[in-house]
T-cell receptor, first 113, second 114 residues
Framework: DGGITQSPKYLFRKEGQNVTLSCEQNLNHDAMYWYRQDPGQGLRLIYY???????QKGDIAEGYSVSREKKESFPLTVTSAQKNPTAFYLC????????????FGPGTRLTVL | GENVEQHPSTLSVQEGDSAVIKCTYSDSASNYFPWYKQELGKRPQLIIDIRSNVGEKKDQRIAVTLNKTAKHFSLHITETQPEDSAVYFC?????????????FGSGTRLQVQP
């Protein structure tokens, strides 16, 4: 099953630690996105990238950072500056632009201990 | 930021009945309106979308209608089945991302009672 993958599925972090979530796609998509999902709040956009070496902040970028060095990869780092990082994180990709179907990864559930 | 508001937050129907979920958006220049379905423990998947040059689109038991004047669009599911039970999200591209990314609604949990 190719497409878009995320790892790990579950992640536990101690307060004050940075942690990096992996997102890889083999769909040859230019655009990639990171969302945070909390109960009752839908999908909130953290960062997005339309092309390699370029990315933009979404609605809730504070406390997060990303890189886009390769077309296939868009890792998300949750820093110690993120005050409430426990959540379910979803990565997605699409052909260029938002007016196209987004394909989601299986998600990573991050828990801060 | 731009809003995409979705109602209701929960919806319970009897099997065979119809279900309607409505979303409103604030950016009058938005031109693409997808609906995603997320089953329990699974990733969201696109079920239908509509572009601003049409007012309605159907795919078997699901349809989406768009009213650009009122800035709202709705998902209609007819002859509901237990497997339609899921969380449904609407979305639209918004001005504060240069319309390069989607803003999602808060979701509707649909429960189809057998």
């Amino acid at each position: 099953d190719g497409g878009i993958t995320q790892s790990p599925k579950y992640l536990f972090r101690k307060e004050g630690q940075n942690v990096t979530l992996s997102c890889e796609q083999n769909l040859n998509h230019d655009a990639m996105y990171w969302y945070r999902q909390d109960p009752g709040q839908g999908l909130r956009l953290i960062y997005y990238s339309q092309i390699v070496n370029d990315f933009q902040k979404g609605d809730i970028a504070e406390g997060y950072s990303v890189s886009r060095e390769k077309k296939e990869s868009f890792p998300l780092t949750v820093t110690s500056a993120q005050k409430n990082p426990t959540a379910f994180y979803l990565c997605a990709s699409s052909i260029a632009g938002p007016n196209n179907e987004q394909f989601f990864g299986p998600g990573t559930r991050l828990t801060v201990l | 930021g731009e809003n995409v508001e979705q109602h209701p937050s929960t919806l319970s129907v009897q099997e065979g009945d119809s279900a309607v979920i409505k979303c409103t958006y604030s950016d009058s220049a938005s031109n693409y309106f997808p609906w995603y379905k997320q089953e329990l423990g699974k990733r969201p998947q696109l079920i239908i979308d509509i572009r601003s040059n049409v007012g309605e689109k159907k795919d078997q038991r699901i349809a989406v209608t768009l009213n650009k004047t009122a800035k709202h669009f709705s998902l209609h599911i007819t002859e509901t089945q237990p497997e339609d039970s899921a969380v449904y999200f609407c979305a639209a591209p918004t001005r504060d991302t240069g319309r390069r990314a989607l803003t999602f609604g808060s979701g509707t949990r649909l429960q189809v009672q057998p």
